[in-house]
Nanobody
Framework: QVQLVESGGRLVQAGDSLRLSCVGSGRTFNGASLGWFRQAPGKEREFVAAIMQNGITTYYADSVKDRFTISRDSAKNTVSLQMNSLKPEDTAVYYC??????????????????WGQGTQVTVSS
């Protein structure tokens, strides 16, 4: 079992930066692939970024590439999402997720086994 708790979401202005964190517990956290997803009102949950167990291999959605950076700290059992140059269209509830696998469709919500409760990010124009 893996428990995930996100934090860091708040109201910011367009162009601002924000850092989300997700703390994981459970002995399988450091061996898991980790991802961030987001869901805006009336829309499906969408992939944002993922980082594999090696802490080096990362993937990003085209909409956030070059603006967001995902990282993990195994010593602290955390995965973070640094978000720069935020836009109003980044407004959503952001979720971290963990998968007990290392290959496959990392961009699909169904690939993940565990989810946090989400943290709200609102970007005003």
């Amino acid at each position: 079992q893996v428990q995930l708790v996100e934090s860091g979401g708040r109201l910011v202005q367009a162009g601002d930066s924000l850092r989300l964190s997700c703390v994981g517990s459970g002995r399988t956290f450091n061996g898991a692939s980790l991802g961030w997803f987001r869901q805006a009102p009336g829309k499906e949950r969408e992939f944002v970024a993922a980082i594999m167990q090696n802490g080096i291999t990362t993937y990003y959605a085209d909409s956030v590439k070059d603006r967001f950076t995902i990282s993990r700290d195994s010593a602290k059992n955390t995965v973070s999402l640094q978000m720069n140059s935020l836009k109003p269209e980044d407004t959503a509830v952001y979720y971290c997720a963990a998968a007990a696998r290392w290959t496959g469709t990392y961009y699909s919500p169904g690939w993940y086994d565990y989810w946090g409760q989400g943290t709200q990010v609102t970007v005003s124009s």
